[in-house]
């Protein structure tokens, strides 16, 4: 049995940290244009970058993407 107390209860809203600290999401931001620079004028360096680095691209978005 679920006993679930009376009256109000005290709640806090805690506001999220940021996951990256300022200095490392811009490296992350770099990074990706830096990247995409590549794919577009040296696409034989890009393709060697990422050969051996399956999923890089996609987990630096993923950061980039959860950071408020």
Not at 37 to 58: A, F, H, I, P, V
Request: avoid cysteine; glycine fraction near 2%.
């Amino acid at each position: 049995m679920i006993v679930i107390p009376k009256g109000d209860i005290p709640t806090t809203i805690i506001p999220p940290e940021p996951m990256l600290s300022v200095e490392d999401f811009q490296l992350l931001r770099d990074f990706e244009q830096i990247m995409d620079s590549l794919k577009l004028y040296d696409n034989k360096t890009y393709t060697e970058t990422l050969q051996d680095r399956k999923g890089l691209l996609d987990s630096v978005k993923m950061l980039l993407r959860l950071q408020p």
